[in-house]
């Protein structure tokens, strides 16, 4: 790969950061996440009082795997194809600056928008609400933002390794959409596959379920990451009225972030491998 | 090629290279891992090359977009390249700045492969693509900055930059509400970061009006009187006559002419065109032009005849049209034009 020249890393994620910040889409969704935690809140409260952070969570959570990987995917899917269709690159290219040094800047500076996005939308949400509301694992609330985060940087890394691989910006388009529904629907995939195995629905519900099925999170980011926010409130057990489902042992906290990073760093280096051989 | 020892400022060990005088070498110290460049000292010998293009070939799926094409740009000239709409000189120039992958042959700027020194070949480049684009929401002082630090060039010259190409008054707008002629200028002024030696322009005065073409070729004389080395593809063939030293014709991805423009016209064996204006001609060729041998094309515009021959024969010419009775008001030689030769060339590989 060479070497790195960090300076180099810093002034394209400075531009990325400066360019992007102010794209109306990610201020937008900035917005709906605040009000969404204050929103979250208020439902999970009682008497039109705040609900506690923790169960402001449980309600966000669902929402939240939504709207991250969708900002992480405006702003990654045409980073590179976008820019090579445009000319911006055949610029960029001809300084002296290395693709990898490129490429890492970007998700740098893609990554500072998705951070102070989430930072914002949750973490002011969060402070107006554990001082409204009180009680609640407020560290519980910081891994929720940590794990988001690391969720919004996951999306971004896949968006860009999309990005990389198309030529055209209005097929990486196409590729986000189903980087954005692959998330989406592998937990009905696998449901799926259960009953064509000869489990039923019922099996899902009360926990009577194989060890394999599991593994159904390592391959959607996004139920990979609620089970990390589980893991992160001290979860092993999920009860909705007679539904009662124990998360497996294999399933800890070590391993659910080992597979983050895996999620991580594969779509990043394979956004390298791409962009490498791309003409611009 | 002289050798030199050199001492590592780190480690003081003491390594031996080989290399020309004026050239730069990159060396690593095997004892420290220390990388730096050594200058062999002396002067570049006059005539050196800028940018050497070696047996460059590039195929895109099943075509050879540049079919082993080779040419040197001698230090402070200016080389037109020219060439009809997909001949391949975007992808010669791509390729000379490693944008895209050559699948054969080798490429040197100012001494530096571009695919083992692609940093070192880039600093001193300034470059300007065809199709320019930016950055929509930042302003030309941001876009200037961002480019300064990846070049590692103070960002006090970005005002002066933008009031060399006239963009002074745009400096609090987003590059996204530019005009195609504003972005143009921007390009040119972004290529003058750092004071590169070698220029590498794309259709330079594409997209600008009458005013700003002639601001751009004035300064690219300005550039390369400075000693700057400049190549430039342009479709305008009498701008391209009106500034290159030297230039070079690609067709289908290879090389059809390189030379002075003069030259081409000679080996081509184009001719000069006389421009004969009468009082009477009323648009008709006189028979005793049309009948005479030693003329290689004839024309009538109104009362102007225009008349391609060899030197040898305008006289005979002229005498001959007095001869007839015509009134001869003026004549014009017009030297042979860059299209002529280009016209010829193509016209000959069957483009």
Redesign the interface.
């Known amino acids: 790969m060479g070497s790195i020249n960090s300076?180099?890393v810093y002034?394209?994620g400075?531009?990325e950061f400066?360019?992007?910040i102010?794209?109306k889409w990610v201020i937008v969704l900035t917005t709906i996440l605040f009000l969404l935690v204050i929103l979250f809140s208020y439902l999970a409260g009682a008497h039109g009082r705040l609900g506690n952070t923790q169960s402001t969570v449980i309600g966000l959570i669902g929402i939240s795997s939504i709207l991250i990987p969708l900002i992480a995917i405006i702003l990654g899917f045409s980073t590179i194809s976008g820019?090579a269709e445009?000319?911006?690159?055949?610029?960029?290219?001809?300084?002296?600056?290395?693709r990898l040094e490129v490429l890492l800047g970007k998700f740098l500076g893609l990554g500072s928008v998705i951070i102070v996005s989430i930072l914002i939308g949750f973490g002011i949400g969060g402070i107006i609400i554990t001082a409204l509301a009180g009680g609640g694992s407020w560290l519980g609330y910081l891994i929720f933002i940590v794990l988001t985060i690391l969720l919004g940087l996951i999306y971004l890394s896949l968006s860009i390794c999309i990005s990389a691989f198309f030529k055209r910006r209005i097929t990486s388009i196409g590729g986000g959409l189903i980087m954005f529904f692959w998330g989406m629907i592998m937990s009905s995939v696998f449901a799926g596959i259960l009953i064509g195995t000869g489990h039923s629905i019922k099996d899902l519900a009360t926990g009577n379920i194989p060890s394999w099925y599991w593994l159904e999170n390592f391959l959607s980011p996004t139920d990979l990451n609620q089970l990390a926010v589980m893991r992160g409130f001290g979860i092993s057990n999920i009860r909705m009225g007679e539904i009662s489902v124990t998360l497996p042992d294999f399933l800890n906290t070590g391993v659910v972030l080992l597979v983050h990073l895996v999620w991580l760093i594969i779509p990043l280096f394979l956004a390298y491998y791409f962009f490498k051989?791309r003409?611009? | 090629m002289t050798s030199k020892t050199v001492m590592c400022p780190k480690c003081k060990h003491q390594i031996t290279i080989e290399g020309n005088p004026g050239e730069k070498v990159i060396l690593t110290c095997p004892n420290c891992n220390l990388k730096g460049v050594f200058t062999f000292p002396g002067e570049k010998p006059t005539g050196s090359f800028s940018i050497q293009v070696n047996g460059l070939t590039k195929i895109f799926k099943d075509t050879k977009a540049v079919n082993n094409i080779s040419f040197n740009v001698k230090s402070g000239e200016i080389f037109g390249f020219l060439g009809p709409n997909g001949a391949g000189k975007t992808t010669t120039l791509?390729a000379m700045?490693?944008?895209?992958?050559m699948d054969s042959g080798n490429i040197k700027i100012n001494g530096f492969d571009i695919t083992k020194n692609?940093?070192?070949v880039?600093?001193g480049?300034g470059?300007l693509?065809e199709?320019?684009?930016?950055?929509?929401?930042?302003t030309p002082v941001?876009t200037l900055n961002?480019?300064c630090?990846?070049?590692?060039v103070d960002k006090s010259v970005v005002k002066p930059l933008l009031k060399e190409v006239g963009l002074e008054d745009a400096i609090n707008k987003k590059v996204g509400n530019f005009s195609k002629g504003m972005l143009q200028l921007l390009?040119i002024a972004?290529t003058m970061i750092g004071n590169p030696s070698v220029y590498i322009l794309d259709e330079p005065t594409s997209g600008l009006d009458a005013r700003w073409v002639k601001i751009v070729r004035d300064k690219i004389k300005k550039l390369n009187g400075q000693g700057a080395t400049i190549m430039f593809s342009s479709h305008i063939l009498s701008e391209v006559q009106s500034l290159c030293d030297r230039v070079a014709i690609i067709d289908k991805g290879k090389i059809v002419a390189e030379d002075t423009v003069p030259n081409l016209n000679k080996s081509l064996k184009i001719k000069p065109r006389l421009e004969i204006y009468t009082s009477n001609l009323n648009g008709k060729i006189p028979d005793v032009i049309s009948k005479m041998g030693g003329i290689d094309a004839v024309d009538v515009k109104e009362n102007i005849l225009y008349v391609t021959c060899d030197y040898s024969v305008r006289v005979k010419v002229i005498s001959a049209l007095e001869q007839a009775g015509f009134q001869i008001k003026d004549i014009k030689t017009v030297d042979p034009s860059l299209e002529e030769a280009f016209m010829k060339l193509l016209f000959k590989e069957g483009a």
């Open positions: 300076k180099s002034c394209v400075k531009k400066l360019d992007n102010r794209n820019e445009s000319g911006s690159f055949s610029v960029v290219l001809s300084y002296p600056v290395t051989k003409d611009i | 791509k700045l490693g944008l895209i992958h692609s940093k070192e880039k600093c480049i470059y693509p199709k320019i684009a930016f950055y929509d929401n930042l941001q961002f480019f630090e990846l070049k590692g390009g972004q």
